[in-house]
C-alpha cells in the first residue's frame, strides 16, 4: 500500500514521526531557518554527531538520532541552491527527497515529516519544489506508511495541499 501524504502547519520539531528530515547544509552543521530550530531542539549533542558524518553531497541524505526530539531520527537531507534550474536542481531536490527515504527505510522508519526543503534561503520557488517534493515522496519504498509535510507557514500549507488534491 502506498505511503498516507499529509501536509500540516506545524513546527517540525515537535513531530512524533519516527524520523523527521533536516533541510541540511552540505557541512551538516547547525544553520538558519528549520535546520537551526532543529538543532537547538536536539540539544548539543547533535552537532558533534553531525560533525563525526563529515558532511554530505547535495542531494544525498544521513542520519543521526533525535536525541532531544519525540522523533527517533533526523535524516540530514541536502537540498540545491537554486540558480535558476538550469544546473540539475529538479534532480538533486528529488534525489533529497528519495535519499532521505532511503535513509529512513534503513534506519526502520515507518514515518517521516519532511519540511519544505530548499525553499528558504536556499531560494528553490515554492511551487516548483512542492511539486518535486511531492512527486517524489509518492514513490516512496512499501515500507513507508507515513509522509507529513510539515509546513511553517500557511502559504507553504496552501502549495502542499493544492499539490496533494
Known sequence: MPARLEATLGDITVEATDAIVNAANPALAAGAGVCGAIFAAAGPDLAPACAALGGARTGDAEATPGFRLTARWIIHA????????????????????????????????????????????????????????????????????????????????????????
Open 78 to 165: 541536502v537540498g540545491p541552491v537554486w540558480h535558476g534550474g538550469a544546473d540539475g536542481e529538479p534532480e538533486l531536490l528529488a534525489s533529497a527527497y528519495r535519499r532521505a527515504l532511503e535513509v529512513a527505510v534503513e534506519m526502520g522508519a515507518r514515518s517521516v515529516a519532511f519540511p519544505a526543503i530548499s525553499t528558504g534561503i536556499y531560494g528553490y520557488p515554492l511551487e516548483l519544489a512542492t511539486q518535486i517534493a511531492v512527486a517524489t515522496c509518492r514513490e516512496a519504498p512499501p515500507e513507508i506508511d507515513l509522509i507529513r509535510f510539515v509546513c511553517f507557514d500557511g502559504d507553504t500549507l496552501a502549495a502542499y495541499e493544492r499539490e496533494l488534491d
